[in-house]
């Protein structure tokens, strides 16, 4: 089955700087991968998504780049807020919701 | 507000109890899945119903049983619970078919004395 690792596990920035989330998945039949955004007390909400035909959507703050030969996508957040302090969690699926398998997590935190 | 609603948000039970959680969405959604969400680990899926047919994960533990009376609620019943199952216990919804987003409720929080 589809291995999703994704690292940092805790990533600390500056105010205004950018922050960048890693991800690796397994499985090079999977061509879905969202980012969900998790703040404190509520459920993940999907924030981003790419599949596997484009390399790069952008979204204002926040990018999504995939390489599928080296099985690997990132989410960029530039200009990084408060209100982005949060824990990510990458995805990768055949393309179907009820086959997501999750990262582990990344806590964002911004310093103010 | 995601349209996903879960009740109770917050259950302490002992390990002889009988206890259920509910799920309810307002998406006109019709897969319903049952996540486990537990510190420093993936979120693990648990069930899945999509068209009232459940798919499960054969390493849940049979003292977890869902059920799935419609394609607007869900229920997870819980009984002889361990303490290693204190976890948030995630419900989300999607649309089959669709983009395969997941709206997920704000989970309830579980606790196992």
């Known amino acids: 089955g589809e291995n999703v690792e994704q690292h940092p596990s805790t990533l600390s920035v500056q105010e205004g700087d950018s922050a960048v989330i890693k991800c690796t998945y397994s499985?090079?039949?999977?061509?879905?991968f969202p980012w969900y955004k998790q703040e404190l007390g509520k459920g993940p909400q999907l924030i981003i998504d790419?599949?596997?035909?484009?390399g790069e959507k952008k979204d204002q703050r926040i990018a999504v780049t995939l390489n599928k030969t080296a099985k690997h996508f990132s989410l960029h957040i530039t200009e990084t807020q408060p209100e982005d302090s949060a824990v990510y969690f990458c995805?990768?699926?055949?393309?179907?919701?009820?086959?997501?398998?999750f990262g582990k997590g990344t806590h964002l935190i911004i310093q103010p | 507000e995601t349209g996903v609603t879960q009740t109770p948000r917050h259950l302490v039970m002992g390990m002889t109890n009988k206890k259920s959680l509910k799920c309810e969405q307002h998406?006109?959604?019709?897969?319903m899945y049952w996540y486990k969400q537990s510190a420093k680990k993936p979120l693990e899926l648990m069930f899945v119903?999509?068209?009232?047919?459940?798919?499960e994960n054969n390493s849940v533990p049979s003292r977890f049983s869902p059920e799935c009376p419609n394609s607007s609620h869900l229920f997870l019943h819980l009984h002889t619970l361990q303490p290693e199952d204190s976890a948030l216990y995630l419900c989300?919804?999607?649309?089959?078919?669709?983009?395969?987003?997941?709206?997920f409720g704000e989970g309830s929080r579980l606790t196992v004395l």
């Open positions: 989300a919804s999607s649309l089959e078919g669709s983009t395969g987003e997941l709206f």
């Open positions: 499985d090079s039949a999977s061509n879905y």
């Open positions: 790419i599949r596997s035909n484009v």
């Open positions: 995805a990768a699926s055949l393309g179907g919701a009820d086959g997501l398998t």
């Open positions: 998406l006109g959604h019709n897969a």
């Open positions: 119903y999509n068209f009232k047919e459940q798919t």
